[in-house]
């Protein structure tokens, strides 16, 4: 049963940057789309970007466009979110979600990270 | 970028009677590629339908989805008492993924 695993809470300054890691068990990694979305208090998900380790060229939405980065180890089969120049708007829950395989070519997101808060605060 | 609306905004409904949650989309959804979502508070999003119109593993017969193009619709038969949630619906046909802004499924 595949897993997401992701890290804990984290409280930044504006300004700054944070880094989320989404570790993934009990299924392939490297062929497998990792995507991120967050979700504001009280708001719906918004999907940030993703990316397919074995491609290595990551799609990112274009609001994010400069400020996001998502990259993928393949060898502890885990993906890493960072967004920089951080405000208040950016306090949400980042997940994690395991789309399809590059061969189905079906991107739904069919496995869940158990998400991350992040909190930017002065 | 293709937008996504959902309509109704919320729907309140009895446990046992059907509900009906639609998705439009701004422009073509590509090879029917639309998931719905069931999120519960403090909860990440689970997958219910893939493909339009495909139950993920593990989803009950009672959840059912149709549509293509433009016009995707979620039915659930019946309701049970842990169906009162929110559901969003998702393409992922674009290289830009969007979600629709979610309809609250509650307790009447």
């Known amino acids: 049963q595949v897993q997401l695993v992701q890290s804990g809470a984290d409280v930044k300054k504006p300004g700054s940057s944070v880094k989320v890691s989404c570790k993934t068990s009990?299924?392939?990694?490297?062929?497998?789309?990792i995507n991120w979305v967050r979700q504001a208090p009280g708001q719906g998900l918004e999907w940030m970007g993703g990316?397919?380790?074995?491609?290595?060229?990551?799609d990112y939405a274009q609001k994010f466009q400069g400020r996001l980065t998502i990259i993928a180890d393949e060898s502890t089969s885990t993906a890493f979110m960072e967004l920089n120049s951080l405000t208040s708007e950016d306090t949400a829950v980042y997940y994690c979600a395991r789309g399809g395989s590059r061969y189905s070519g079906n991107y739904a997101l069919f496995q869940w990270g158990q998400g991350t808060l992040v909190t930017v605060s002065s | 970028e293709i937008v996504l609306t959902q309509s109704p905004g919320t729907l309140s409904l009895s446990p046992g009677e059907r509900a009906t949650l639609s998705c439009r989309a701004t422009?073509?959804?590509?090879?029917?590629?639309l998931a719905w979502y069931q999120q519960k508070p403090g909860q990440a999003p689970r997958l219910l339908i893939h493909?339009?119109?495909n139950r993920a593993t593990g989803i009950p017969d009672r959840f059912s989805a149709s549509g293509s193009g433009t016009d995707f619709t979620l039915t659930i038969s019946r309701l049970e008492p842990e169906d009162f949630a929110v559901y969003y619906c998702?393409?992922?046909?674009?290289?830009?993924?969007?979600f629709g802004p979610g309809t609250k499924v509650d307790i009447k």
């Open positions: 009990g299924g392939a990694f490297s062929t497998y789309a």
């Open positions: 998702q393409q992922y046909g674009d290289s830009e993924f969007t």
């Open positions: 422009e073509t959804i590509s090879s029917d590629s």
């Open positions: 990316l397919i380790p074995i491609f290595e060229k990551p």
């Open positions: 493909r339009a119109s």
